[in-house]
Structure formats: structure tokens, C-alpha cells
């Protein structure tokens, strides 16, 4: 539809529109806004209803960051620049949907977008996941969003939200299904139901199930692990000759230094543990007495009790002698 079919009038309320938005933005405290040539601008002033309102009215276009502050994605989205990507895509969502797995087709200006919403992910896991579908599924031309797989420098990559204007187009592109038709149960009503309608699908989306995510990570090609850096204070403070291996390894590097190679913590050392479907950030480090904890239940300690945890899910043998040889080449 055209910027002209749009009833400008239109209002959303409140709660459909914060619904929505926990969807698609990842952060509030900026926000892209679209300019009239199709480039975004970034604006460092707080994301308001008001702003989001007038998105949908048709009055300005906005962006949605793909990561939090902290490089966590909730959703992905794959960019197909014209027809023939376009047409892979949907081969894609159809394969998805055949296992039971629910994406969402935005048609665009050249081609369009494909939307899988996801449970808060790493950024580096979601590309992975998404790089792995990308290869199975023979589209390798098409844009992958999040670009990062995490936040070193700027706000990171972002989308157009949807249900926007398109500022060079001047067209709105709703959500359609397989032959291309708006999704609305009331395929032939106004502007304003079906905007109703599909803001009223993606204030709750179908996430794809971590299991099927799970599945999929574990079919990637497994990455070298980083060699983690060495500390020279660290070792030069705690290195004695004549200890056991076990804690000369130990005095090799921080357990915070070692750790943070593997997990991203925040500002207060706390991060998604690696070794459990984890959803509130329960693992943590505690750099004054050098050691791990997994407030859930998966133990914690000194870097061999993580590296004994991480080769053990990463299906290797995770004995002592085993977990302290690797350690041995990799840090002394």
C-alpha cells in the first residue's frame, strides 16, 4: 500500500504499541530514524510512545537495532536484496514451516524480509544459528541481521521497523503470507484493521523453540577455540616454579580473564551460563577470590572446573587429565 492509503489519523493504544515494540526494539535509549533517501540517522535521545505513534501513522520511519547494550538478540532477520533472493527466502520459510517452525515474510522495496523471532540470544548464537539455516538452505547472498556478533564499537546494525513508511518507496509493506497477501483474517478490510491486525500478531510472534535452535547450533562446524590472552601481572604475582601442573595453570591466567574469553559478562561480571538453558544471567565470576559460579546449579570454581564443563558440552572428554593437557598447551 501506498503512504497515501494510510490513515494518518489512525491511533494505536498504549498497550498495542508497547507490545509491539518489546518485539522488535532491543533498546530505548536511541533510537534510527529512516531520511528520505533511505539512510538512517542515529538519534541518542530516549525512544517514546509518541515517536512510535507517529511511526505508524506514517509521519516518520524508524529503525530497530538487532542488539541490546549487552549483544543479546531477540530476533533475525534475513535480507533479501531482490526477486530471486526473495523466492529463496520463501523456499526457507516453507522448509522452516514444514518442521513446525514459524518465520514471517515483510515483502520491501526490492525484495523483502524474513523474520524468525527468537528466545534473547548471544548475538554470536543467533548468527550462528542463522549462518547454519543460510548454508543448509543454499541462500548464501543474502543480508543477515544481527551483523555483530556482539557490540565492541557503536549501536551495531539495525532494520527498518515495520509497519512503517518507506521514505524512498513512499509504500508501506505488511507482513504477507506464501502468494503475497497482507495477513489479516479480514483480507478485505481497511487500513486501519489490518494495521490492528498484524500489530496484534507480533505483540506476541511465534518464537522458534530453543530445542530447534539447539539442534541446529550442534550441526555447526566447530570454530578453533580462541587462544585466551595471558596475563603477565596476573602470572608474574601468583606463578611459583616447583607447584603442582594443576596450579601452575592456575597461576597462568585470572579465572575473569579466562572466563570472559567464553562468556560475555556485564559490568558486574554476570553473564548467561554457558552450560544450561539459561534465561536470568545466573552465572558470574568473582575476580576478588578467582572463581566461577553458576547460581543454577552447574558448579563453578577455578579455570579447570570451567574447561572440565566446556569440553564435557562440547562432547569431549572432560577428565581431569584430559582437561588439564589441553590447558597445558593452551596456556603454558
Known amino acids: 500500500m501506498s503512504s497515501q492509503e494510510r490513515e494518518l489519523n489512525v491511533e494505536i493504544t498504549p498497550l498495542f504499541i508497547d507490545s509491539f515494540a518489546k518485539t522488535f526494539i532491543s533498546r530505548r535509549d536511541c533510537y534510527p530514524w529512516q531520511q528520505a533517501d533511505g539512510s538512517y540517522i542515529s538519534v541518542h535521545k530516549p525512544l517514546t510512545a509518541d515517536l ?5 501513522k506514517g509521519s516518520i520511519t524508524l529503525g530497530a537495532y538487532a542488539l541490546n547494550s549487552a549483544s543479546m538478540a531477540q530476533w533475525i532477520c534475513l535480507d533479501a536484496d531482490d526477486e530471486t533472493q526473495w523466492d529463496q527466502l520463501g523456499e526457507l520459510a516453507d522448509t522452516l514451516q514444514a518442521q513446525s517452525i514459524q518465520s514471517y515474510r515483510e515483502p520491501s522495496r526490492r525484495g523483502g524480509h524474513l523474520w524468525l523471532f527468537t528466545p534473547p540470544l548471544p548475538g554470536i548464537f543467533a548468527r550462528r544459528f542463522a549462518k547454519q539455516l543460510i548454508t543448509e538452505n543454499n541462500v548464501p547472498q543474502v543480508e543477515l541481521y544481527p551483523k555483530q556478533d556482539e557490540l565492541t564499537t557503536g549501536l551495531g546494525s539495525l532494520v527498518r521497523l515495520p509497519l512503517g ?64 590472552k595471558l596475563t603477565p601481572e596476573f602470572r608474574t604475582t601468583h606463578a611459583t616454579d616447583g607447584l603442582p601442573l594443576s596450579e601452575r595453570l592456575k597461576s597462568q591466567i585470572s579465572v575473569l580473564e579466562f572466563v570472559s574469553h567464553y562468556v560475555q559478562l556485564d559490568d558486574r561480571n554476570l553473564g548467561y551460563c554457558p552450560f544450561h538453558d539459561d534465561q536470568i544471567r545466573s552465572f558470574g565470576v568473582h575476580p576478588d577470590q578467582n572463581y566461577w559460579h553458576c547460581f543454577a546449579g552447574c558448579g563453578g570454581g577455578s579455570i579447570i572446573d570451567f574447561w572440565m564443563k566446556w569440553r564435557e558440552r562440547n562432547g569431549q572428554d572432560s577428565s581431569f587429565k584430559a582437561t588439564v593437557t589441553e590447558l597445558r598447551q593452551m596456556l603454558l
Open 165 to 228: 513508511v518507506h521514505r524512498k518507496s513512499g509504500q508501506v509493506y505488511p507482513f504477507v503470507n506464501r502468494d503475497g497477501v497482507p495477513i489479516s483474517s479480514h483480507p478485505t478490510g481497511d487500513t486501519r484493521t489490518l494495521l490492528h491486525e498484524q500489530m496484534a500478531i507480533f505483540a506476541d510472534p511465534s518464537r522458534v523453540p530453543l530445542p530447534f535452535i539447539m539442534r541446529v547450533l550442534a550441526r555447526v562446524p566447530p570454530d578453533p577455540l580462541p587462544l585466551p
Open 52 to 56: 512510535l505513534q507517529r511511526h505508524f
